[in-house]
DNA sequence: CCCCGGCTTCCATCGGGCGGAAGCCGTCGG
DNA sequence: CCGACGGCTTCCGCCCGATGGAAGCCGGGG
């Protein structure tokens, strides 16, 4: 970044292009340098990062971390404290979701033998909420907080299908990522796509992420019949399940899930959902 | 808190103890209001609660809600956003056992058929990373990211017994809050209990939070042998089971999953646990 | 030995965070 | 119908504390 400016020492305001972030951006900011890639690191591989200077990065850090909201490894860097995940687990969807989910997600992974996502929208992205893996132990892609563009998965194209008509828009106006050669990226594609499965109430999308592996999604209501979440199911392209042998299992699932659901917010303190009503495939 | 200072303008200056939090300090005050009891509250709810002033919190929770630490709820109150899930599930230690513990709890758990935790320590508390609920729906107490003071839960017991001695000799001169007639609140007796667990390597706690319950914990270790969790069955206490019937399942569980742990980490980038060597009561 | 990279502490400055105030909106009650 | 109220949003001038430069510390390596 500050490549010799030392020639011109006069215009070195001119081209530094000031900061305009404010304070609690720079927070921020360096929250937003720990991802997926970048678990640990140390204070000046975060001030470099997050664009600050040391002095700040090192107060900041400092702080974040008395919080909690930092941690200081073994070896001296810095990673995301527990206390984020504390908090994260606060957010009332996933945290509804989470509640009652677990069970159904059971039952219907025991049902299909393959893995099963549960996923809310945030913006243009949706997240996983909930998985339960076939052979646990590849919570690879679909980790707890999990994103990707809505347009990639079948919980995404669910949700997109069901949301405001100006999230559509927008969705349909940006770029849209590949990941693989079968990654819907053409704008007219997935507004026929997603017209379908407005229609049916399905979304099918095969090796849109991973090759060889297709997932069929449905949507699952909660109070008042808005889609609070997507319910899918993940399965080999050259396995022995087809998108009808699962979907039956699929939709009882979702709709047995909603049901519970709706039945939580008639009083605004949740009322314990009792009994989860009926569970189909139940142990 | 502001009772009338009304009539003698003046010395509102030396009452009002002036505010001594920084930038930082006040978005995390922010973030702070939120809680298990308040998952949703208004902007004036926020800025009472985080003692700000409403133009202030006005201005922070804006700049929460971009970036999505916070999200608006339909009803326009605010509540803690998916980001905030997705950035705490990059917690190193944790990310790591997600990995590779929930194929062994579900042995263990099948193997025991009660309630089964894995926890680590952060500060003077102990935190849930991973649970498996008996008759799923009842995540009320262990809810991932879930927080109990050390001296409370057989996991706690753990990893307070092979804690740094500074941090025992805090936690034992720091009150000990009590949850039931059966919580330990007694310094020395915790001190014993606690050479007790580190001679024996297992804690058994009987109804120290919850009535009618005990639970039994051991030892998870990483590389090089240091203790990185805990792993604990909960069992009723007039149920069928009882310590010896579980602990031999609970030690091999907890052996099989610190072995699959300690291979994770020769290589500084984490060289895949390639096959999970031995799960005992595996299906 | 010195140099280098990373970290920590200190301090004067100045820009932007702060809070007071005014105005907007919807709701309730007289 | 109007007025009061609670909650929210916007605006703006002042002052203070966040900022970043600099100096000093530590450990490793050439």
Same mark, same amino acid.
């Given at each position: 970044?500050?490549?010799?400016?030392?020639? =011109?020492?006069?215009? =070195?305001?001119?081209?530094?292009?000031?900061? =305009?972030?404010?304070?609690?951006?720079?927070? *921020?900011?360096?929250? !937003?340098?720990?991802?997926?890639?970048?678990?640990?690191?140390?204070? #000046?591989?975060?001030? @470099?990062?997050?664009?600050? &200077?040391?002095?700040? /990065?090192?107060?900041?850090?400092?702080?974040? @971390?008395?919080?909690?909201?930092?941690?200081?490894?073994?070896?001296?860097?810095?990673?995301?404290? $527990?206390?984020?995940?504390?908090?994260?687990?606060?957010? %009332?969807?996933?945290?509804?979701?989470?509640?009652?989910?677990?069970?159904? *997600?059971?039952?219907?992974?025991?049902?299909?033998?393959?893995?099963?996502?549960?996923?809310?929208?945030?913006? =243009?992205?949706?997240?996983y909420v909930e998985s339960l893996q076939r052979h646990s132990g590849a919570h690879v892609l679909s980790r707890l907080?999990?994103?990707?563009?809505?347009?990639?998965?079948?919980?995404?194209?669910?949700?997109?299908?069901?949301?405001?008509?100006?999230?559509?828009?927008?969705?349909?106006?940006?770029?849209?990522? @590949?990941?693989?050669?079968?990654?819907?990226? !053409?704008?007219?594609?997935?507004?026929?796509? *997603?017209?379908?499965?407005? @229609?049916?109430?399905?979304?099918?999308?095969?090796?849109?992420?991973?090759?060889?592996?297709?997932?069929?999604?449905?949507?699952?209501?909660?109070? #008042?019949?808005?889609?609070?979440?997507?319910?899918?199911?993940?399965?080999?392209?050259?396995?022995?399940? &087809?998108?009808?042998?699962?979907?039956?299992?699929?939709? /009882? &699932?979702?709709?047995?899930?909603?049901?519970? $659901?709706?039945?939580?917010?008639?009083?605004?303190?949740?009322?314990?959902?009792?009994? %989860?009503?009926?569970?189909?495939?139940?142990?």
């Amino acid at each position: 970044m500050p490549p010799s400016t030392g020639d =011109h020492p006069a215009l =070195h305001e001119a081209l530094a292009a000031e900061d =305009h972030r404010t304070a609690a951006g720079r927070v *921020l900011s360096v929250l !937003d340098v720990f991802d997926q890639d970048h678990l640990e690191l140390t204070l #000046s591989e975060i001030s @470099r990062r997050a664009d600050l &200077t040391l002095s700040t /990065a090192h107060r900041l850090v400092g702080e974040l @971390r008395d919080w909690g909201a930092l941690e200081r490894t073994t070896e001296g860097r810095y990673a995301v404290g $527990l206390r984020v995940l504390e908090l994260g687990t606060l957010e %009332p969807q996933m945290l509804q979701l989470r509640d009652v989910a677990p069970a159904y *997600l059971a039952d219907l992974q025991s049902a299909v033998k393959a893995n099963v996502h549960l996923s809310v929208r945030d913006g =243009h992205d949706v997240v996983y909420v909930e998985s339960l893996q076939r052979h646990s132990g590849a919570h690879v892609l679909s980790r707890l907080g999990g994103r990707w563009p809505l347009h990639t998965t079948a919980t995404g194209m669910v949700l997109l299908a069901s949301a405001p008509a100006a999230v559509r828009q927008e969705v349909l106006a940006s770029p849209l990522k @590949r990941y693989t050669d079968h990654t819907i990226t !053409d704008p007219d594609t997935l507004r026929r796509m *997603l017209a379908e499965v407005q @229609r049916t109430g399905v979304a099918v999308l095969r090796e849109t992420i991973t090759l060889g592996t297709f997932a069929v999604g449905v949507p699952v209501r909660g109070p #008042s019949d808005r889609v609070v979440a997507a319910l899918s199911v993940t399965l080999k392209i050259d396995g022995s399940l &087809t998108v009808h042998q699962v979907l039956p299992a699929l939709n /009882a &699932t979702a709709r047995a899930l909603s049901r519970a $659901l709706g039945t939580a917010t008639p009083g605004t303190s949740p009322s314990r959902p009792l009994g %989860p009503s009926v569970r189909p495939f139940a142990v």
